[in-house]
């Protein structure tokens, strides 16, 4: 039975695994051949530290395994544990066995022991992971996945698999990707469906069907837009975490909202260290301080109206004017979080001509019950709102929006049947690893990204 290198590198008494039979599988990273010896660096995904496997000519077939092994190449070491001479590691393994499963010409791996560009290695997104960084940043990102569902399950929340294909649109933007069986277009009552379908831009509306039925809801799924914004913040295809809570307001939003978000980051930094030094190292000075900040201090909250004043006020000229009505772009949310607050911002109350449909109309008649998060670094991390539980102002909205009545006829009809006041919000994933990693482009902590003309692999 193979052991993770991880558990060997990070066990808390070492000395307790010395002359452990052990067996390790994984990949060459570096190896120094002495001739009558050789140390091997091995890594297996499991952490960002190799296992120096040390090798000698007592070994059968050692002079052919010499020739087989490169930077690279899979090999499987069974041998014992013991103390490293060295000073970067407690153990190391003593090779009495190893196998090659597959070589790897030095001559042609593109990923020999350099540093590569990240736009280099979104061209061979097969071998990347393979990379320290590529490698810390699955890690984390997994870390902050099961973190997800960790905090949800937690508060009770209830997990559903919300629709991929749609005949709705959510955020009546109509950036979408149809969906069709034909072959040029035409009459959809011939299609697969029976109507014009499309990749779904959100759970949302899903979400709040079992919400209002099941009280507090989470999904966690794949969401697409047909967006041309060809910018390091912009996915075509991305990963959404949608929450929605019956019996909610916008005051128990914010607080789910600053709630999982500096859960997420506590669990990023109790659980990635080893992966968090590196980016901090590497990518990003001062990320562990930034993100204790987060984690341990109360969010700043702001009315749209007041972000503007002070964004109006500020010494320092923006590319794009500000100006009550418009929507805040990246550099004026980005000053607020960094610059003003100097930590997370929660602005809430936006005018109702910038946002979606569905968000409840705040007495004064000009905005809503909605809500952004914005963090340093990032900006916007999180958006959501109060939804409108009312039959008649939902009505309204949806002709302001030129939405066809027909295509929402169950969304109304939540309202009719026992509404409630609930609402929700939307992350996506990737901006939350962005924030977590310090890694500057949003293409990078994605395993395959889709974007404007990209679609490989």
């Not at 499987?76 to 153990?91: D, I, M, R, W």
């Not at 990707?177 to 779904?200: I, M, N, W």
């Not at 979606?356 to 998060?373: E, H, I, L, Q, W």
Request: hydrophobic share 35%.
């Amino acid at each position: 039975m193979r052991t993770k290198i991880k558990s060997i590198l990070q066990a808390k008494n070492p000395q307790s695994l010395v002359g452990k039979p052990t067996t390790v599988c994984g990949w060459v990273r570096t190896l120094r051949d002495q001739k009558s010896f050789a140390f091997i660096e091995v890594n297996d995904g499991s952490t960002l530290a190799n296992l120096q496997v040390v090798a000698d000519a007592s070994l059968p077939n050692y002079a052919e395994l010499m020739q087989q092994l490169a930077t690279g190449a899979s090999l499987s070491v069974t041998g014992h544990l013991v103390e490293s001479p060295g000073k970067n590691q407690a153990l190391e393994l003593k090779a009495e066995q190893i196998t090659v499963y597959g070589s790897a010409d030095p001559a042609r791996y593109p990923l020999q022991k350099k540093r590569h560009s990240f736009e280099f290695l979104r061209t061979i997104a097969h071998l990347r992971p393979r990379t320290n960084t590529q490698g810390a940043v699955t890690r984390v990102r997994s870390a902050l996945s099961y973190a997800t569902h960790l905090f949800f399950q937690q508060r009770g929340f209830l997990y559903i698999q919300t629709p991929l294909i749609t005949g709705s649109d959510c955020e009546g933007g109509g950036e979408m990707f149809r969906v069709t069986t034909l072959e040029k277009g035409g009459d959809y009552s011939k299609d697969f469906f029976g109507k014009p379908t499309y990749l779904t831009v959100s759970g949302q509306l899903e979400a709040e069907i079992y919400a209002c039925a099941l009280s507090d809801v989470y999904t966690f799924s794949p969401t697409f837009r047909a967006e041309n914004s060809n910018t390091s913040r912009h996915l075509a295809e991305f990963w959404m975490i949608e929450p929605e809570m019956a019996f909610a307001d916008l005051k128990d939003n914010m607080e789910c909202a600053e709630s999982y978000l500096k859960f997420c980051v506590r669990y990023a930094l109790d659980h990635c260290r080893e992966d968090l030094e590196f980016f901090d190292k590497f990518i990003e000075n001062g990320l562990i301080q930034r993100l204790e900040h987060v984690a341990s201090t109360p969010f700043v909250h702001l009315t749209y109206t007041d972000a503007v004043d002070i964004l109006r006020k500020a010494p320092k000229k923006f590319e794009f004017p500000v100006d009550w009505g418009t929507d805040l772009q990246s550099e004026h949310e980005r000053y607020l979080a960094e610059e003003y607050c100097k930590k997370p911002v929660i602005l809430t109350d936006y005018p109702a001509q910038i946002k979606a449909f569905y968000m409840r109309g705040n007495p004064d008649g000009k905005t809503v019950a909605a809500m952004d998060v914005l963090v340093p670094k990032i900006g916007e991390i999180i958006g959501g709102s109060q939804r409108e539980e009312r039959l008649d102002r939902l009505e309204h909205k949806l002709a302001e929006h030129k939405l066809n009545r027909e295509d929402y006829w169950w969304y109304l009809e939540l309202r009719e049947y026992g509404t409630v006041p609930h609402a929700g919000f939307g992350l996506g994933l990737e901006r939350l690893v962005l924030f977590v990693t310090g890694m500057e482009n949003i293409r990078d902590v994605i395993a395959f990204p889709r974007y404007p003309g990209h679609a490989d692999f």
